[in-house]
DNA sequence: ACAAAAGTGTTGGTGCTACACCCATGA
DNA sequence: TCATGGGTGTAGCACCAACACTTTTGT
């Protein structure tokens, strides 16, 4: 095997973050996603996923945490790692190799982002051209979402610790853009929630439950330790 | 953003090869998976996922694809990637970020690969203790080709252009370690194939059609963008 | 004719979709 | 009592596992 290569290929880590924003005159939710503007070349002025140089002493996750934090002040309630991407021409500055992750925040966590000149939201369906080969990225990692949104306990993370069957509905019809019966999706998901015994008053129906997950997901991402299904490659029909 | 570090953390790739081999006595097909010995410190003498340093000038699966034919003279009709493992402490000797891949191989490929002193095959399910955490990740490489197998094409890497629907259950049931209903299995797989015309006859029984997938797979990795699922976490009952 | 594997038909169960219907509350 | 959403019941359909059965070859 060839010599180690210490002055190895200089490797970044980003994260596509999700949140959801409820649009004021539809009063329909749907994905909006920080992007941070670039400063400096190349792609200077563009909008790009927020990220940062991954440090020799902390694990990639931690490095994707702590970029977050440091440029949005974000801090999620899911991390995973979406793909690593390592096209030899993916920047034109040069070689990078990106290890990038995806995250969900609440939506009080939401705004208590920075945002300003150079950190700002759009919604996840209508991005500008961003810099580098984001928009991949991003697209991949909404299908990602939709997809495993499905078939595991992930809206959680966009919730509090209880809520009404309602509030997950309306997560997972913002999520996935369509309307899904309230009745098949309470048979759906009754298996995994377990009620509280609260209610909620004060709307001018009957009192809907409060529910809680049955068991907890992970906040933050640990490898493929817990397994899921997710993925790189559309299944076929 | 901090100044890029020229002084990057090192970057390997490795990967989990799968080959199919039939079981002399018993006559059913395993999976095994071909190891190097490591001739250097650190674990010096054990066995490990063959690999190697990622150039600059070439992408990761193209690295992947060196290393392989480089180390075990293999060429892969599939190749995936599987995850990027980053702990600060997966080497005793040093930072390692290591994106590792997965492949499949045709049993007559699989023959021609080199064996040797510093080369074994091994049985994916009964291996020895690894260098590294390499027992993890091809348990999870594991988890990801039986998880795969049940929704996409890729049984077909382990075959050649035309087989016979006995041919590709028999690689279901070796790689899924169960016996399934050849009428039932018909049915699952029949619309994704399409009969030659051809049939093998020399059997002391009805000569089976040779079929064709009606749609290749994909033989290299091409990132997220044909889109599957497979993923990093299990699946919620 | 018989053995063996290819290939087809059928039946019972399970889960999902669509939609009718009842329940509990505030105004 | 009425409007509104919470919550339950149910019929139809698709899919799937199990297994009986027919077909086509070699010996």
């Known amino acids: 095997m060839a010599a180690s290569p210490r002055d190895g290929i200089p490797l970044a880590v980003s994260t596509v973050i999700f949140a959801l924003r409820s649009d004021a ?3 329909l ?54 793909y ?14 990106s290890i990038v992750y995806w995250a969900l925040v609440r939506a009080d966590q939401a705004e208590r982002a920075t945002e300003g000149e150079n950190v700002r939201w759009f919604p996840a369906d209508d991005l500008p051209e961003l810099a580098f080969d984001h928009n991949v990225i991003i ?26 069957l309602t509030d997950l509905r309306e997560v997972h019809e913002a999520v996935l853009r369509r309307p899904l019966d309230p009745a098949n999706f309470r048979r759906q998901v009754a298996s995994t929630l377990v009620p509280t015994g609260a209610v909620v008053s004060g709307g001018r129906h009957r009192p809907p439950k ?20 997710t993925g790189s490659n559309r299944a076929i029909s």
Chains 1, 2 share one sequence.
């Open 25 to 27: 005159e539809s009063g």
């Open 29 to 82: 939710g749907a994905l909006w996603i920080p992007l941070v503007r670039r400063i400096t070349e190349p792609f200077g002025g563009r909008w790009a996923l927020p990220g940062g140089w991954v440090r020799a002493e902390e694990g990639l996750a931690d490095a994707a945490s702590r970029n977050l934090l440091e440029t949005t002040a974000l801090e999620p309630t899911y991390l995973e790692q979406l």
């Open 84 to 97: 690593a991407f390592g096209n030899v021409d993916r920047s034109p500055s040069g070689r990078v190799v």
């Open 139 to 164: 697209d991949y990692a909404l299908w990602r979402l939709r997809t495993k949104l499905e078939y595991s306990r992930i809206a959680q993370a966009f919730l509090g610790e209880t809520f009404t």
């Open 210 to 229: 409060l529910y809680r997950y049955n068991q907890t997901i992970e906040v933050v991402d640990n490898g493929p330790i817990s397994r899921e299904k």
